[in-house]
C-alpha cells in the first residue's frame, strides 16, 4: 500500500495543520495548470487523493490502522473518470491559493514601493539640497507645494495600508487578559513598525548628509532655504513612482 504521508512528505505524527500546508505546497508544484513535468497530472491525482484521506480524521484513523477507508485507493489511470472529478474538486482550492500567493506578492510589492522610495528620495534630498522653491516664481510655487500636499497625503494613506497590513496593534492590557489579537501572520507591533518608519527616514538623511559631507565640490552647503525640500520632495518622489506604478498597471490590462 502507498504510504500516504511520505506521498505528502510529511512524519505520521504530522497535524492536520502541517499536513494542509504540505499539501498547499506541493499542489501548487504539481498542478497540471502550473507544472511542465510530464507526470504533473499524475502526482496531483496522487496528493490530493492523500490529502483527501489524511485530511478527515475518521478515514486518517483507518488508514492508520490498515483498515479499508472507503474502498478509496491511490491509483495510476492518468485519464479515469475519477481523477479527472478529482482534479475538478480541487482545482478551485489550488486557484484559491495561488491567488493568495499572487496577492501577497504584490502587497509586498506595494510596500517596498512605498518605503523604499520614501528612504531613497531623504537620502538623495539630503545629498543635492534642493533649493527649487525659491528658484521659481509664486505659481510654481503653488504647484510644487500643490504636489507635496498630495504626495503626503498619498504617503500617509499607503503608509497606512502597509502597516495594517504588516503589524498588529498591541492588545490593551485589560481586554488582553479575556481575548488575545491573532497575529500570527504579523511579524511586529504597530509601534515597532512606526519606529522603524521614523529611524529609517532619520538614517536616510543622516547618511546623506554624511555622503554630502565628502563631496562638497557637488553637494550645496547646508542652510535654511534647504530645510523646506527635506519635507517637500520625498512624498513628491512617492506620488511620482506610485503614479508610475498604477499607469504600468493599467496598460498590463491591455
Known amino acids: ?73 491511490i491509483y495510476y489511470a492518468a485519464k479515469s473518470a475519477e481523477i479527472i472529478a478529482k482534479e475538478r474538486e480541487f482545482n478551485l482550492q489550488v486557484d484559491e491559493e495561488l491567488e493568495s500567493f499572487r496577492q501577497q506578492t504584490a502587497e509586498r510589492r506595494h510596500a517596498v514601493l512605498v518605503v523604499v522610495p520614501l528612504f531613497t528620495s531623504a537620502f538623495y534630498v539630503m545629498i543635492a539640497k534642493p533649493t527649487i522653491v525659491e528658484g521659481v516664481n509664486f505659481n510654481g510655487r503653488l504647484v510644487i507645494l500643490a504636489l507635496s500636499l498630495v504626495g503626503l497625503v498619498y504617503l500617509i494613506k499607503n503608509l497606512a495600508v502597509v502597516l495594517q497590513r504588516y503589524t498588529y496593534q498591541s492588545p490593551d492590557p485589560f481586554t488582553s487578559v479575556f481575548k488575545e489579537e491573532d497575529h500570527e501572520d504579523k511579524l511586529i507591533s504597530r509601534r515597532a513598525g512606526l519606529v522603524f518608519l521614523v529611524c529609517g527616514y532619520i538614517v536616510s538623511m543622516g547618511l546623506g548628509y554624511v555622503v554630502s559631507l565628502f563631496m562638497r565640490d557637488l553637494s550645496p552647503e547646508f542652510s535654511l532655504s534647504t530645510i523646506p525640500g527635506f519635507f517637500i520632495f520625498p512624498p513628491i518622489v512617492v506620488l511620482i513612482i506610485g503614479s508610475v506604478r498604477r499607469l504600468g498597471g493599467l496598460f498590463d490590462r491591455f
Do not use: C, W
Open 1 to 73: 500500500m502507498t504510504d500516504l504521508y511520505r506521498l505528502l512528505e510529511v512524519s505520521q505524527k504530522a497535524t492536520d495543520r502541517e499536513i494542509k500546508s504540505a499539501y498547499r505546497k506541493l499542489a501548487r508544484q504539481f498542478h497540471p495548470d502550473v507544472s511542465a513535468s510530464p507526470d504533473a497530472h499524475h502526482r496531483f491525482a496522487e496528493i490530493s487523493n492523500a490529502y483527501q484521506i489524511l485530511s478527515d480524521p475518521r478515514r486518517r484513523r483507518a488508514y492508520d490502522r490498515g483498515e479499508d477507508f472507503d474502498s478509496r485507493r
